[in-house]
């Protein structure tokens, strides 16, 4: 059970609440303090657990996995028990509550396990063999959820919990990832028809924290999901959160303002518990999120680097990736990033904003096509659309289409491709279609007309576990990725707060340096090409096969090493 000092949190939670309300700031800090002092007696201090060089991440569903006669949520923890076992740390739980659209991300209720998928039991037994790590989707609600239908309904109780922008609301700077309309008609249970803002489209209705209840509302779930065991809190799409007129609506003052005093409370209530921040947009915007370094989140979604990545392999060429990781360290004793390649989403595009050139991504774009996957398009707002993401599966992507044994180069190119994200400053997460060697699923993104499903398939789990047996695509990426992950384990310079520096000494390889000058220094070599490579400069044990290289390290195409003195 967590003690809480009144007092002191009071004094840190209301300048926070008088920047959002003025003039009724102490209403709201009274609320705060209510739903802090509800909860307090169920949550317990994690503060002596950091993330570490063992840290790493699964992104999956709750339905990930199907078996007959069982909740998917049970088959996923069977599963992860079998075959996965104590490769990864934490399960990132995609949205597991009740929904109408979107995979998930079209909540009904924010405080329910959807039953399809099992119960808030089902979740405990995933707990006792790894850290959860749960999404709250806090922009938005589905349009048949209780919320909306009771403000259609002008319950006064949710008064203001959804925006109707009037005639006066100037949204001519509105920055959003979606080409469907920003405001939709809904009729009302008196005949009337009300307009609400829709940044995701028309089943997914913003709230409006603007409203003091709304916050209170969200804080109740926010402090909900640690108590039902939580160390990490995933706030999806949490940028577009606030709006005001005549902005971007995006990454207002006010959204980080939130982020602050829910750090505030999650760091009094559970310390230790993280708080990660998903905003998918250009590199300099999304690091805003870390604050100070101690204030902001304790992970931001590290978006730019599954597009440079992807850049590296299709052109054979580490420059533009290697030129971006020299700018990249270490945040703060609390804070750092959440390294990933793959999700279920697609591979965003604005993060490469100033990255790459017009022509680079042309070629992503060309690759992604030629290997049957899709691009989404967003609206600027200017009115014109411009690539948003790709949708693909990241291994198939990787590989370039004529080659001759595509399965096997999606297993050495995928690895090297991971053996980057597990070198990177930060901690590491890895989508369960990656970590079983998965390809596209062409068959459900056309079924469904959803090019996001293409990287989404649910998998049988007794097909699985054979396939694990016969098919050199699966076997060879699980075991590979187990391999990283067990000696990356071993390896302190590769804590999410040690150091990185580049090695520019081939255009063909990234050359990263963690913890250097240090006894735990650890240098890590990717090549990206399809050429070998030799780098001269580079000697050591590689602990990835035990060799020792003393003439300089040679890289076979699409090679890697981690080497120690």
Not at 18 to 34: E, K
Request: hydrophobic share 40%.
């Amino acid at each position: 059970m967590t003690r809480i000092d009144t007092e002191a949190l009071r004094e840190r939670l209301a300048p926070l609440v008088a920047d959002l309300y003025p003039g009724r700031a102490d209403d709201v800090v009274a609320g705060l303090l209510d739903l802090a002092a509800r909860w307090a007696p169920r949550l317990h201090s994690l503060e002596h657990e950091r993330p570490d060089e063992g840290t790493a991440y699964l992104i999956t569903y709750g339905d990930a996995f199907r078996r007959a006669g069982e909740t998917p949520l049970h088959t996923l923890a069977a599963v992860l028990r079998e075959h996965v076992r104590d490769a990864v740390t934490d399960v990132h739980l995609l949205p597991i509550y009740p929904w109408t659209s979107d995979d998930g991300f079209g909540v009904v209720d924010h405080r329910q396990v959807n039953p399809e998928l099992g119960s808030w039991a089902d979740v405990a037994d995933l707990r006792a063999d790894h850290a959860l790590a749960l999404d709250f989707v806090a922009n938005h609600v589905s349009s048949s959820s209780a919320w909306f239908r009771a403000w259609l309904a002008r319950d006064p109780r949710y008064a203001g919990y959804f925006l109707e922008p009037g005639p006066d609301f100037d949204t001519s700077r509105v920055v959003r990832p979606r080409v469907s309309p920003l405001v939709h008609e809904y009729a009302r249970p008196d005949g009337t028809v009300a307009r609400a803002w829709t940044t995701f489209g028309a089943d997914q209705v913003d709230v409006d924290p603007s409203t003091p209840a709304v916050l209170l509302d969200l804080t109740d779930v926010l402090l909900g999901y640690l108590a039902r065991g939580a160390t990490t809190v995933r706030l999806d799409a949490i940028g577009f959160l606030w709006k005001q007129s005549g902005t971007t609506c995006i990454h207002l003052p006010q959204t980080h303002t939130v982020v602050r005093l829910w750090r505030v409370l999650v760091d009094t209530l559970a310390p230790g518990t993280l708080l990660l921040t998903e905003t998918n947009v250009p590199h300099a915007d999304n690091i805003t999120y870390f604050g100070d370094g101690s204030d902001e989140a304790n992970m931001v979604y590290q978006f730019a680097l599954p597009p440079l990545v992807l850049h590296a392999f299709v052109t054979g060429r580490a420059t533009v990736l290697a030129r971006w990781a020299a700018g990249i360290g270490p945040v703060s004793p609390t804070a750092t990033w959440f390294n990933f390649l793959a999700s279920h989403d697609g591979i965003g595009i604005r993060p490469t904003e100033g990255l790459l050139t017009d022509e680079d991504r042309a070629l992503l774009v060309e690759r992604t096509l030629a290997r049957g996957g899709r691009v989404s398009m967003a609206t600027r707002p200017d009115g014109s659309e411009s690539v948003y993401e790709l949708n693909t599966n990241y291994l198939d992507a990787l590989v370039d289409p004529a080659d001759p044994d595509p399965d096997a180069a999606a297993v050495t190119h995928g690895l090297a491709a991971h053996a980057i994200l597990l070198s990177m400053v930060g901690v590491p997460a890895i989508y369960y279609h990656s970590l079983l060697g998965s390809g596209q699923d062409r068959a459900g993104m056309e079924a469904s007309g959803i090019p996001r499903r293409i990287n989404r398939e649910t998998l049988d789990a007794d097909r699985l576990a054979a396939e694990l047996r016969t098919s050199a695509r699966r076997s060879g990426m699980l075991e590979g990725l187990r391999h990283l992950l067990a000696v990356r384990r071993t390896l302190p310079g590769f804590s999410p707060f040690a150091a990185q520096e580049v090695e520019q000494l081939d255009e063909r390889a990234l050359v990263l340096r963690r913890a250097a000058g240090t006894p735990d220094e650890v240098v890590a070599a990717v090549n990206v090409s399809g050429e070998p490579v030799h780098l001269p400069a580079l000697g050591g044990t590689d602990v990835l096969t035990g060799t020792r290289h003393d003439d300089g390290l040679r890289l076979a195409p699409h090679g890697y090493a981690w080497l120690v003195r």
